[in-house]
């Protein structure tokens, strides 16, 4: 019986998922997939395309070929450019928030130990960021949950990388 373009298709997509290498399960994934991309797990064929088509160029690829995001390389500002390059059903914009992920601040900040430094509230494009002054010329860095998207733009600003932002545990596939 002749093959239909849709079987063939159908065909095509299932031999690239054959080929491509799976996350191991029990293996713990700590990597910041790119926002939306709910399904990685089971729709990511490691074709790779979504990583060039990011503006920012912070989607890189792990050593298994699928997309990871570095915010220390820059941040994400939604523009959906790695959405519109995925050839398959990774991404569902539908859902919200784009990422579940973790943000804190550690204790190398400047602003915390008595130096003056404003670099992660000036950086905030959501002014998700309040430095008030503490007794002793310090200051406390207070993020509000609610207005963060985790972006990332105040980890690549931070001169004290007392940023971190991570995969929310409940999703980390650990
Ligand atoms: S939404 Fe845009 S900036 Fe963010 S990771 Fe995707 S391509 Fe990059
Ligand atoms: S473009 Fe889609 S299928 Fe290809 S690596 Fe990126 S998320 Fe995976
Ligand atoms: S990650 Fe959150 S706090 Fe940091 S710059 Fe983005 S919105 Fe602001």
Redesign the pocket.
């Known amino acids: 019986m002749p093959v239909t373009a849709k079987q063939a298709t159908r065909r095509e997509f299932l031999n690239r998922l054959r080929s491509a290498p799976v996350p191991q399960s029990g293996v713990p994934d700590r990597a910041i997939r790119p926002p939306w991309a709910h399904h990685i797990d089971t729709q990511c064929t490691a074709c790779g395309d979504c990583a060039p088509a990011c503006p920012e160029g912070i989607i890189g690829l792990d050593h298994n070929q699928y997309p990871v995001v570095d ?1 220390s390389k820059g ?2 500002t939604f523009c959906a450019a790695c959405v519109d390059a995925c050839p398959e059903d990774v991404f569902d914009t539908t859902q919200e928030p784009a990422w579940q ?1 973790d ?1 804190a601040v550690g204790n190398t900040c400047f602003a915390e130990k008595g130096i003056y430094c404003r670099s ?2 000036d ?7 309040r430095i008030p002054p503490q007794l002793g010329g310090r200051a406390r860095v207070i ?2 949950e609610e ?9 690549s ?1 931070c001169p004290a990388d007392a ?1 971190s ?1 991570t995969p929310q545990k409940e999703y980390s596939h650990e």
Not at 123 to 129: L, V
Not at 147 to 155: E, F, I, N, S
């Open positions: 915010f941040e994400c992920l943000i992660c509230g950086s905030c494009p959501e002014s998700a960021i993020i509000d207005a963060c998207t985790k972006c990332g733009a105040c980890l600003a940023i932002i």
